[in-house]
């Protein structure tokens, strides 16, 4: 359970989060339409301007993070936070697509997430920040969710400009909750399962099952962002149903996919069902983009193909970080969560491109038939996908000083029970463990630690 400080800092950090990818996300559902009244405007520029964060945000996340080693969390999550607000001014201020651009290249260049996932875990401890991730997570998702709805109804108050207006005030309300509500932690240090190390980027890199999920979340957020430059021109001139009302059609699908969406991940997750329920979803997108290319002209066809997408998204979404986390190296998990996210930004910024050149050359129909090709691919590798074992992660404290052999410590780890990964790191003061719950004894660990360095019962796991 988190602690009242914990507690406090997971949801300030998350409201941050959620506050800043609500402001990215509203205007998925109305851009594409607006963009039709600014100068300069082709069905290209519209897919650029709609994924041009991601290319800024996959650029600058990690040095931003590092940075944040040096000079603190705080400040730079605040840099970041003011070139956003910025970038949304750019954006509101635009009357040419070529400004939508620069202001949400901007929007992008406040980089914060690796600075915001590094201030969480220096707030929090190590065996509860699983679950703080996961909160973050809700809220992204949450975020995704609800700008699709309130999206097209915001616009028809205040219009795309006003939702960037409100976007940077969003951003600068959210520096107020980093600085009032957000506690300054009292040391800034690096954390490996949460932060990315440059000495781990050669092994991470040189994973060919990292990489095939690194490529798959490349792939479902370029088929998410290329399917909103696409699925306005659907609704509104192929189905006749006007901006306003498109949320009556997104929130009944969202609302019964997310339904769907929890027992399958139950499936998979307990059920040890993890291959199929995945290569099923990868199938499901792929399915959803051919039905969606070939039926859009009809309402229920529509729906199915958005029901379709939403339940198998939803599952990648949420299962793809579980298969990054149990299959990186024990001591590596930050960094490969930053190739991860790294992967996932520029899937935005390829999937705008992608469908605003084939919305250009092909209609909407080839905007769909592209996702679908690009799901293909992913499934043809991910057929092949190795699924890592369902152990759990736990990182104890060690005295790196008392240490006298890292590589002796190690083995004599691995002969506990339940032990089935050990990695120790003395500058670090850290043991790194991937044990299987059930048959694994923490009083054993603290014993074996106690007798290793000459220490008391000094360790969190």
């Not at 915001?154 to 960037?164: K, Q």
């Not at 002209?297 to 939403?310: C, D, K, N, P």
């Not at 129909?365 to 992660?393: D, N």
Request: aromatic residues 8%.
């Amino acid at each position: 359970m988190f602690q009242a400080q914990e507690r406090r800092s997971v949801f300030a950090i998350a409201g941050i989060y959620g506050l800043r990818m609500l402001g990215l996300f509203l205007i998925l559902p109305v851009f594409a339409l607006y963009a039709e009244t600014l100068k300069d405007h082709t069905p290209m520029l519209v897919g650029l301007a709609l994924g041009a964060y991601g290319l800024t945000m996959a650029l600058l996340q990690i040095p931003f993070g590092w940075l944040s080693d040096r000079i603190g969390r705080k400040p730079v999550i605040a840099a970041g936070l003011m070139i956003f607000a910025l970038g949304s001014v750019v954006a509101a201020l635009a009357d040419s697509i070529w400004w939508i651009i620069i202001g949400r290249a901007l929007q992008g260049a406040g980089a914060i997430a690796a600075a915001l996932t590094a201030l969480l875990a220096d707030l929090t401890r190590e065996d509860v920040r699983l679950r703080a991730m996961a909160v973050i997570g809700m809220t992204i998702g949450m975020s995704f969710t609800v700008a699709l709805i309130l999206g097209p109804w915001i616009d028809a108050l205040i219009g795309v400009p006003g939702i960037f207006w409100a976007t940077a005030v969003l951003a600068l309300v959210s520096i107020a909750v980093l600085y009032l509500v957000v506690p300054t932690p009292r040391q800034t240090i690096r954390h490996r399962d949460a932060e990315a190390v440059p000495t781990d980027f050669r092994r991470i890199l040189g994973d060919a099952q990292l990489l095939r999920l690194d490529f798959g979340i490349f792939a479902l957020h370029g088929v998410m962002t290329a399917m909103f430059v696409a699925l306005p021109f659907v609704l509104r001139d192929g189905l006749h149903i006007e901006s306003l009302h498109h949320p009556w059609v997104y929130l009944p699908v969202l609302v019964v996919a997310m339904a769907v969406m929890v027992p399958l991940i139950i499936l998979a997750e307990k059920r040890g069902k993890m291959r199929a329920v995945f290569l099923t979803a990868i199938a499901g997108v792929m399915l959803s983009g051919l039905m969606l290319g070939s039926f859009h002209e009809g309402l229920t066809a529509v729906i199915l193909g958005l029901f379709v997408f939403f339940v198998s998204y939803n599952v990648l979404e949420a299962t793809l970080p579980s298969l990054i986390s149990r299959m990186a190296p024990i001591d590596a998990k930050g960094t490969a969560m930053g190739v991860y996210s790294t992967s996932q930004f520029l899937g935005a910024f390829f999937g705008g491109s992608l469908g605003g050149w084939m919305l250009g050359e092909h209609g909407v129909g080839g905007v769909f038939y592209a996702c679908a090709a690009l799901m293909l691919v992913w499934l043809l590798l991910a057929w092949h996908q190795r699924m890592p074992a369902m152990k759990s992660s736990l990182m104890a404290h060690v005295d790196g000083k008392r240490v006298v052999s890292a590589e002796r410590l190690e083995r004599r780890l691995l002969e506990l029970p339940g032990v089935h990964e050990a990695r120790v790191v003395p500058e670090e003061n850290a043991v790194f463990l991937r044990v299987d719950k059930p048959s694994f004894d923490e009083k054993r660990l603290a014993a074996l630690l106690s007798e290793e360095t000459g220490e008391g019962d000094e360790h969190d796991a």
